[in-house]
């Protein structure tokens, strides 16, 4: 019977990422999928910085046209079309991730597949996972081929990253806490049949009582049209090539594309209560579900990942389980507070009473009439909860160069701190990085290292394999001397 290091139920964009930075770091990895290929039609669509630096540490990214395309930002209108927020999402010349990106999910599941088996990763398709029974001495994971036959492998550890009907999470029997968000809209793919001259740079949000809906420009010739379902309507009569055309016509003539993919969701606000179960654990859609209004459904998922894999990596080469544990109290509530966003979101755009509208429409105008600035992204929460941050850390470290180099491609999923003068660490601290196999960078001026402790009121930084910032000072120091003894990273 084949064994391995970790088994993965699921070869989504969460596996996948999984997988690869599992096997990059050196572990046996077998990730199994139901289906014979990758869904063909697009599904996801935005990715943010973060999650850019992640799939470019995998080698997962491209910029090429027809793949992806820089999102300048959202604006929220009204039915008649007039501004009522404005969210732009500027590159800072500093940085080398933009900040939001929209893409075309086949090309980087196809891509991400071909990076995790790359750094030597097994993936089973049509291979519909049926049984996961604990042994002793692993998980014995039991999966059926479209032949009917039974493939078995045991894994030291199981990660279920196999979607929002997640089949592990059964397994674990876990609930899910519900925010009270379940909104069914039409999504609608299409393919322009010429070239737009003047492609679009934005998302709009329309927030129409009449019927809220939305307008992504994908890269290439594609968009998407997503439309709220009214109360009562079925999703099989507006599901339908000419209700189809008529609720685009306002933005895009029937005859000038082509239908793509169309489908109705509902979508939720939910989190699953228990992410561990012994040596199985969830990630992605399995572990957590939310609405798209920020785009960050994918982009919480392969957080799930980065978290997880660097963990997972320690106790297979020996630190402690316990590790392990501190995967759900830094994931579960940072997600939380995300999907309570888009939830927030979610129940301005899809205001139905016309009244209600009028008075949001009246108070959201008058307020940008008094400031019209332009908002940035929707902030992302600070990780806590666990003995691997404290207080002052919990963020992601900036992106920037050094010298010529990138400095996600300088750290490479190690340990890293940043420090003013080799005089600020002492013999015993840089002892303590070495034996974590990390790096120490000295900062040097006009470069990301230097912009680090500018962020700080201290000239020790101390950042994690996942790009987390740890902390500053010597409490950071500190915090990360106790968690190599507790956890037995080194």
Do not use: K
């Given at each position: 019977m084949t064994k391995v290091d970790v088994a993965i139920v699921g070869a989504g964009p969460v596996g996948s990422t999984l997988a690869a930075l599992l096997a990059k770091a050196g572990l046996s990895v077998c990730v199994f999928e139901r289906d014979t290929d990758v869904y063909p039609l697009p599904r996801a669509a935005h990715l943010d910085a973060e999650t850019l630096r992640t799939l470019r540490q995998i080698g997962a990214w491209s910029d090429e046209?027809?793949?992806?395309?820089?999102?300048?930002?959202?604006?929220?209108?009204?039915?008649d079309k007039q501004l009522l927020i404005r969210m732009t999402a500027t590159l800072d010349s500093d940085h080398t991730a933009p900040p939001s990106n929209l893409f075309h999910q086949p090309s980087l599941d196809r891509l991400l597949r071909a990076r995790a088996t790359t750094f030597g990763?097994?993936?089973?398709?049509?291979?519909?996972?049926?049984?996961?029974?604990?042994?002793?001495?692993?998980?014995?994971?039991?999966?059926?081929?479209?032949?009917?036959?039974?493939?078995?492998?045991?894994?030291?550890?199981?990660?279920?990253?196999?979607?929002?009907?997640?089949?592990?999470?059964?397994?674990?029997?876990?609930?899910?806490?519900?925010?009270?968000?379940?909104?069914?809209?039409?999504?609608?793919?299409?393919?322009?049949?010429?070239?737009?001259?003047?492609?679009?740079?934005?998302?709009?949000?329309?927030?129409?009582?009449?019927?809220?809906?939305?307008?992504?420009?994908?890269?290439?010739?594609?968009?998407?049209?997503?439309?709220?379902?009214?109360?009562?309507?079925?999703?099989?009569?507006?599901?339908?090539?000419?209700?189809?055309?008529?609720?685009?016509?306002?933005?895009?003539?029937?005859?000038?594309?082509?239908?793509?993919?169309?489908?109705?969701?509902?979508?939720?606000?939910?989190?699953?209560?228990?992410?561990?179960?012994?040596?199985?654990?969830?990630?992605?859609?399995?572990?957590?579900?939310?609405?798209?209004?920020?785009?960050?459904?994918m982009c919480s998922g392969i957080r799930d990942a980065l978290n997880l894999s660097w963990k997972l990596a320690a106790v297979v080469k020996g630190a402690q389980e316990s590790l392990l544990d501190t995967y759900q109290p830094?994931?579960?509530?940072?997600?939380?507070?995300?999907?309570?966003?888009?939830?927030?979101?979610?129940?301005?755009?899809?205001?139905?009473?016309?009244?209600?509208?009028?008075?949001?429409?009246?108070?959201?105008?008058?307020?940008?009439?008094?400031?019209?600035?332009?908002?940035?992204?929707?902030?992302?929460?600070?990780?806590?909860?666990?003995?691997l941050v404290t207080d002052e850390g919990g963020y992601v470290v900036s992106d920037g160069r050094v010298g010529a180099a990138i400095f996600d491609d300088v750290l490479d999923g190690r340990w890293c701190i940043v420090v003013a003068s080799d005089s600020s660490l002492s013999t015993d601290h840089r002892m303590l990085v070495e034996s974590l196999g990390g790096l120490v960078l000295v900062a040097e001026p006009g470069t990301?290292?230097?912009?680090?402790?500018?962020?700080?009121?201290?000239?020790?930084?101390?950042?994690?394999?996942?790009?987390?910032?740890?902390?500053h000072g010597a409490a950071a120091l500190e915090t990360l001397r106790d968690a190599v003894i507790r956890f037995g990273l080194a």
């Open positions: 046209p027809d793949w992806s395309i820089v999102n300048e930002g959202m604006d929220f209108l009204t039915a990763a097994t993936l089973l398709v049509a291979h519909d996972v049926v049984a996961i029974d604990e042994t002793d001495h692993g998980v014995l994971v039991t999966a059926r081929n479209l032949a009917g036959e039974s493939v078995s492998v045991e894994a030291a550890w199981v990660i279920g990253c196999c979607g929002a009907r997640s089949f592990t999470r059964r397994f674990l029997g876990t609930g899910q806490v519900d925010l009270d968000f379940d909104e069914p809209w039409l999504v609608v793919d299409v393919l322009l049949n010429e070239p737009d001259p003047d492609t679009p740079r934005r998302t709009l949000q329309v927030c129409d009582p009449a019927r809220p809906h939305t307008i992504v420009p994908m890269p290439g010739r594609r968009r998407r049209f997503e439309f709220m379902l009214l109360p009562g309507e079925d999703p099989e009569s507006i599901d339908r090539p000419e209700v189809i055309a008529e609720l685009m016509a306002p933005y895009l003539d029937a005859d000038r594309a082509t239908v793509e993919r169309s489908a109705v969701y509902t979508f939720h606000g939910l989190i699953a209560n228990d992410w561990r179960r012994g040596r199985v654990l969830l990630a992605g859609d399995s572990a957590h579900q939310m609405p798209p209004f920020l785009g960050q459904g830094e994931r579960s509530p940072h997600v939380r507070a995300i999907v309570e966003s888009a939830v927030g979101f979610g129940r301005v755009i899809c205001t139905l009473d016309a009244d209600e509208a009028a008075g949001r429409d009246a108070m959201m105008l008058a307020a940008r009439a008094n400031d019209p600035t332009d908002r940035g992204g929707a902030p992302m929460p600070r990780l806590a909860g666990s003995p990301v290292t230097a912009r680090i402790l500018d962020h700080t009121d201290s000239d020790v930084v101390v950042v994690r394999p996942d790009r987390i910032v740890m902390g």
